[in-house]
T-cell receptor
Framework: GQQLNQSPQSMFIQEGEDVSMNCTSS?????WLWYKQDPGEGPVLLIALYKAGELTSNGRLTAQFGITRKDSFLNISASIPSDVGIYFC??????????????FGKGTLLTVNP | DTEVTQTPKHLVMGMTNKKSLKCEQH?????MYWYKQKAKKPPELMFV???????INESVPSRFSPECPNSSLLNLHLHALQPEDSALYLC???????????FGPGTRLTVT
């Protein structure tokens, strides 16, 4: 099936620094989703991207849908301690005809040192 | 409102117990999902319901039995679980299949 390669696996940064992470695939995606998960909680949808080349912001977060439709980037500016968590990229893929399921990247674990 | 609720928050059960996890959404979504998640791994899909009908079963063992009583509710019935079934169980919903999914806070399940 389709796979998403997410990098980096983990990041250790100082408060105030900018962060960038990305997801790539060998297959085309029509939608890219970025989620953040805090320990013991469910993933929270941060940004959804629907068009190739689209650049969307949500506060200090900015995500882009790659022109080739095979990649996406998430940037966090001026990081703060509450940005700590695991960030997942995801995209819907067709499964068995008309069914869809989300394919997830393996996640980027972000640690912010105050 | 993009809220999906799940109960209970935590559950400890023995291998011979029968328990149920519950999920509810009032966003008018017609697709609902169960996922299993182990620590520091992405969620793994278990079941998909679309318009209250089971549309995907990812070869989940029969000791997990899903139920969708109506368009707002999703249950996961558990029976004779194994310790390796201990995990965070997540419910999600979306407007229809293929749309962005909204997750609940999860149920932390421990099987002893």
């Amino acid at each position: 099936g389709q796979q998403l390669n997410q990098s980096p696996q983990s990041m250790f940064i100082q408060e105030g620094e900018d962060v960038s992470m990305n997801c790539t695939s060998s297959s085309i995606f029509n939608t890219w989703l970025w989620y953040k998960q805090d320990p013991g909680e469910g993933p929270v949808l941060l940004i959804a991207l629907y068009k190739a080349g689209e650049l969307t912001s949500n506060g200090r977060l900015t995500a882009q849908f790659g022109i080739t439709r095979k990649d996406s980037f998430l940037n966090i500016s001026a990081s703060i301690p509450s940005d700590v968590g695991i960030y997942f990229c995801a995209g819907p893929t067709v499964s068995g005809g008309s069914n869809y399921k989300l394919t997830f990247g393996k996640g980027t674990l972000l640690t912010v040192n105050p | 409102d993009t809220e999906v609720t799940q109960t209970p928050k935590h559950l400890v059960m023995g291998m011979t117990n029968k328990k149920s996890l519950k999920c509810e959404q009032h966003m008018g979504h017609r697709a609902m999902y169960w996922y299993k998640q182990k620590a520091k791994k992405p969620p793994e899909l278990m079941f998909v319901y679309s318009y209250e009908k089971l549309s995907i079963n990812e070869s989940v063992p029969s000791r997990f039995s899903p139920e969708c009583p109506n368009s707002s509710l999703l249950n996961l019935h558990l029976h004779a679980l194994q310790p390796e079934d201990s995990a965070l169980y997540l419910c999600a919903s979306s407007h229809t299949k293929g749309d962005e999914q909204y997750f609940g806070p999860g149920t932390r399940l421990t099987v002893t």
